[in-house]
């Protein structure tokens, strides 16, 4: 366990209370600082808990459905409340989502103005099934991952992504704008702002890229127990040429598209095994184990940046693995020097085997239709 471990802050959620959120109708749940396991069938709520957790530290839900999407089926309003302690102090987060109406985030009942002062504030990393659309879908995957994550550390990163994407937006809509003469001024203010802010986007992801990549490939030679070797790379068109030329050069292909063809909202981040694209060759258990590595050095990552010790969501974490990684992983999340978890399983037996090596208390929680309770401890299967 590194030094920065021991000057972080811990930050664990003591409580929380939904209503009407997706299919819970109401919960009131106290949780371990330690481990917090939930159980069940596959569609009883176990991920929707999750993502309740998710949607207080990000004020968005986990696979980017639409607000009114998480109202439970019939009903006009949602509302989450999180109870945290960062070092025995208390923050409360309130959350009120209402049909047609603009959703309401609160810090210890002060209303953000903006959305965006709330992101790093209660650092989570979550690992869940569908991660697999950062292998299998498109490039903006990727950039949303590595966005989501430096923003949780780098606010100058934030407000460069947020400014950058506002000038992107507004040279668009001059692309669109099918005047036969336009003032060339007009397209050369915005960007100036692309090429100021895009600069500073594409230095930092390069220096994440840079500074990120051991520690992934160390997590996935202990998972997969060193029997392949995987790559992250960062590719994007400014390492080639500057973004003022390129945006001069593709102006007027640009128009004819309506859209800016160039620049780092086009950026991708390569998933290479063996030195392949992982999505092209990976079998289900490598693309498992590449994702899980993935998170969990996203989690040694902000330790290191010197954030609060972030809160593990682990979903649905051992499917499609064997039965040796699946040894490792336990291994691995049993350590103190990750703090709060919660993890679902329809599994007991892997619960047991990670409640066996855990040094620190535990919660569970059956899950049922929507309604959850805590239950009497699991016997230890030794």
């Not at 609160?106 to 992101?119: A, G």
């Not at 001059?174 to 100036?192: A, G, H, T």
């Not at 040694?300 to 990684?325: C, H, T, Y």
């Amino acid at each position: 366990m590194d030094k920065n471990y021991y000057l972080c802050r811990d930050m664990i959620v003591d409580k929380i209370s939904l209503l009407n959120f997706k299919n819970i109708e109401e919960a009131e749940l106290s949780f371990s600082p330690g481990m917090n396991c939930f159980f069940g069938d596959n569609g009883m709520g176990k991920t929707n808990l999750l993502d309740a957790l998710y949607y207080l530290s990000f004020t968005k839900n986990y696979t980017n459905l639409m607000d009114s999407q998480l109202i439970r089926h019939e009903q006009d309003f949602a509302v989450l409340q999180g109870f945290y302690l960062e070092d025995k102090e208390p923050e409360e987060i309130y959350c009120g989502i209402k049909r047609g109406k603009k959703k309401v985030f609160k810090r210890n009942k002060k209303e953000y103005e903006r959305l965006s002062e709330h992101i790093g504030l209660i650092p989570l990393v979550m690992i869940s099934p569908a991660d697999t659309d950062l292998i299998q879908g498109g490039s903006e995957e990727r950039r949303k991952f590595v966005d989501m994550l430096i923003c949780q550390y780098d606010k100058e990163y934030m407000q460069a992504l947020i400014r950058y994407n506002k000038a992107l937006l507004q040279r668009n809509s001059l692309l669109k704008n099918e005047l036969p003469v336009q003032d060339i001024s007009l397209f050369e203010i915005w960007e100036e702002q692309m090429v100021a802010f895009g600069g500073i986007i594409y230095e930092k992801r390069k220096v994440f890229t840079e500074d990120f990549l051991p520690i992934f490939k160390k997590y996935y030679s202990i998972i997969s127990d060193e029997h392949e070797t995987v790559d992250l790379k960062y590719n994007s068109q400014l390492a080639d040429t500057s973004l003022d030329a390129l945006l001069v050069e593709k102006r007027e292909r640009d128009k004819l598209l309506g859209y800016t063809g160039s620049g780092i909202h086009k950026d991708d981040f390569n998933f290479l095994l063996d030195n392949y694209l992982i999505r092209k060759i990976g079998s289900q258990g490598q693309n498992k184990t590449y994702l899980i590595a993935l998170k969990l050095a996203q989690f040694r990552f902000l330790v290191e940046k010197g954030s609060s010790i972030p809160i593990l969501l682990l979903d649905d974490l051992f499917d499609k693995l064997d039965a040796k990684r699946v040894a490792q992983i336990i291994h691995l999340v049993a350590q103190p020097e990750f703090g709060q978890i919660f993890i679902t399983d329809t599994n007991r037996k892997y619960l047991d085997e990670i409640l066996a090596e855990m040094q620190h208390d535990y919660k569970l929680f059956q899950v049922t239709n929507g309604i959850i309770h805590e239950t009497d401890r699991l016997a230890i299967h030794r």
